[in-house]
Nanobody, 118 residues
């Protein structure tokens, strides 16, 4: 099982920024496509962004222009930089190693809570 650990969530005001981190445990992350997902209360989990092993990136329409996914292979970590945050971005955010973008994993980590509120 490819385990990852999410961190970096918190409480932020609308318009603020956060950077989430996805650290790999026991495997080399740069060989995998990594996706960020989120689940808001009462809503289904959705893919927010993903980055392939070659560096190709995808974003949900709701976050395009505000979120940036990147990877630091030296640190075995993938980041999600979130700017211009909105209350509707409030959710638990998860990352996962994927077969390809758009394919949900079979298991999830604990995630990290992001709350955007004044």
């Amino acid at each position: 099982q490819l385990q990852v650990v999410e961190s970096g969530g918190g409480l932020v005001q609308p318009g603020g920024s956060l950077r989430l981190s996805c650290a790999a445990s026991g495997f080399t992350l740069d060989y995998y496509t990594i996706g960020w997902f989120r689940q808001a209360p009462g809503k289904e989990r959705e893919e927010v962004s993903c980055i392939s092993d070659e560096g190709t990136t995808n974003y949900a329409d709701s976050v395009k222009g505000r979120f940036t996914i990147s990877r630091d292979n030296a640190k075995n970590t993938v980041y999600l930089q979130m700017n211009s945050l909105k209350p509707e971005d409030t959710a638990v955010y998860y990352c996962a190693a994927l077969l390809t973008c758009g394919v949900y994993p079979s298991s999830w980590g604990q995630g990290t809570q992001v709350t955007v509120s004044a």
